[in-house]
């Protein structure tokens, strides 16, 4: 069975910091790409960070220079840590497993509620 667990999310004042973790199970986890993506109400799901199988990262740029992506794939972990968090940061964020080849399944985790108060 597969699944994506994430965690540490929360409330947060505006500059603050938080790390989520999303730990992986029933995967081949090591050479797979992982995503964090985030959805605000009202606004489309958007990719945040993502980094492959050899630790090659990603940002999309309202977030380049605060949030940091990395992985243990000794523990099935993937990690994001936000700095300076701002209100636009408020979104629920989801863990992504990208598929291995285009005809495999990708996953999803189920969320974890990240709020940043002015």
């Known amino acids: 069975q597969v699944q994506l667990v994430e965690s540490g999310g929360g409330l947060v004042q505006t500059g603050g910091s938080l790390r989520l973790s999303c730990a992986a199970s029933g995967i081949i986890f090591s050479n797979r790409n992982m995503g964090w993506y985030r959805q605000a109400p009202g606004k489309q799901r958007e990719l945040v960070a993502s980094?492959?199988?050899?630790?090659?990262?990603n940002y999309v740029d309202s977030v380049k220079g605060r949030f940091t992506i990395s992985r243990d794939n000794a523990k099935n972990t993937v990690y994001l840590q936000m700095n300076s968090l701002k209100p636009a940061d408020t979104a629920v964020y989801y863990c992504h497993a990208d598929r291995l080849l285009p005809w495999r399944p990708d996953y999803w985790g189920q969320g974890t509620q990240v709020t940043v108060s002015s």
């Open positions: 980094i492959t199988g050899v630790g090659n990262t």
